[in-house]
């Protein structure tokens, strides 16, 4: 099998695993509401976008990332929360991968600079992105989104380094484990 069709392949699977996660914690009820804004909730699906970022470049989050808003948006017509899903997870991918480029320049402390990157490029990328959407789409006040800002900056935090840590948690595993499934593609 021909290298682009190994990558095709991988990125098809682990798509079809944010398709599956998604619908299983949205049907079984295990998405866990943020305790502060309910309607913001934490689920699992970006650890298969970042895990394939992790394997095969931003390309695969890229195109896994798409994959959830399509699947999002099959399963409940919401465009706008399938959009919002979407550019989290794209993100934090982006985020994480530009700090995975840093920090391969300059090794040492900057080891944690995916994370820092990942985290903060998905709150900024966000908080852009919902004051739109809270005041045009929700009508609420701009008043009032800005003051909930820094607690959707919050669940943006967690929310971020659970798709991180659990993508890098089973990308470790996988190198060590099955190093073939790692090809090093970049972009």
Known sequence: ?????????????????VIILDYTMKFSGLKIPFPWLPFLKFDLTGIPIVLSTLMMGLKAGVFTSVVALLAILVRSGDFVGATMKAMAELSTVTGFYLGCIIAEKKPGILRVMPYIAGCLIRILVMFILTLPVFTLYYGIPLSAALAISPLVAS???????????????????????????ILNVKG
């Open 155 to 181: 669940f943006n935090l967690i929310h971020g380094l659970l798709s991180i840590f659990g993508g890098r948690l089973l990308y470790e595993a996988l190198k060590r484990r099955i190093p073939a499934w």
């Open 1 to 17: 099998m021909s290298k682009r069709s190994t990558v095709i392949s991988r990125i098809a699977m682990l798509s079809a695993l």
